[in-house]
């Protein structure tokens, strides 16, 4: 079984500010795909990053910048300077070797105000 | 960039009336998927499919039926809309062969049955 949790339902932000967004996942497979997706309120998912399990390298885009850390089971986002664009509700997913379906986290929705 | 169209966009009907969501992809994708989103965020998976004449039910029991008698294309139905299919559906599609692949999502279409 799997299981991936985001135990940061809301996050209200002030423009500019850097946010973090939790991502903690469960799996006993030793290899896994980890990724995260953007849902803005016009619905649809937009897929970020992923990341696989042999590989550690933090990645930096732009603003945007995830932290993988195997020791503990985390693969969390952080967002530099946010901005009003950024809200959204962002869904953290994993999925592991040999196991097809994709599981979700229940998303952290983050307002960024003005 | 992913080519994944889901009408309608939205849907208002009422109780007993049967209904079709439709999902095309035009990726050549294997793998497609349904999953219900409920207002508070959480996204369930309800279907997925391999490919043609495979089609296999989710983690969470639905009353809708889906069909994979082409490729491209993953429709679902509700033979009987009631108030509590009331939700939004999201299509999605994977690349088969790619285990890294990331899950492309349509826009959604978004259920409400009176």
């Known amino acids: 079984a799997q299981k991936v949790t985001q135990a940061q339902t809301e996050i209200s932000v002030v423009e500019k500010e850097d946010v973090t967004l939790d991502c903690v996942y469960e799996?006993?497979?030793?290899?896994?795909?980890l990724f995260w997706y953007k849902q803005p309120p016009s619905g649809e998912l937009v897929f970020l990053i992923r990341?696989?399990?042999?590989?550690?390298q933090n990645e930096i885009s732009g603003r945007y910048s995830w932290n993988f850390q195997k020791s503990t089971s985390s693969f969390n986002f952080t967002i530099t300077a946010s901005q009003v664009v950024d809200s959204a509700v962002y869904f953290c997913a994993l999925r592991s070797g040999g196991y097809q379906k994709v599981t979700f986290g229940t998303g952290t929705k983050l307002q960024v105000i003005p | 960039e992913a080519d994944i169209y889901q009408t309608p966009r939205y849907l208002v009907i009422g109780t007993g009336k049967k209904i079709t969501l439709e999902c095309s992809q035009t990726m050549g994708h294997d793998k497609m998927y349904w999953y219900q989103q409920d207002p508070g965020m959480e996204l369930h998976l309800i279907h997925y499919?391999?490919?043609?004449?495979?089609?296999e039910k989710g983690d969470l029991s639905s009353e809708s039926t889906v069909s994979r008698i082409r490729t491209e294309h993953f429709p679902l139905t509700l033979e009987s809309a009631r108030p509590s299919h009331t939700s939004q559906y999201l299509c999605?599609?994977?690349?088969?062969?790619?285990?890294?692949?990331?899950?492309?999502f349509g826009n959604g279409t978004r259920l409400t049955v009176t």
């Open positions: 990341r696989n399990s042999f590989d550690e």
């Open positions: 799996t006993r497979d030793t290899t896994y795909y």
């Open positions: 999605a599609s994977s690349d088969l062969g790619h285990f890294n692949s990331p899950l492309h």
């Open positions: 499919s391999y490919g043609v004449n495979s089609t």
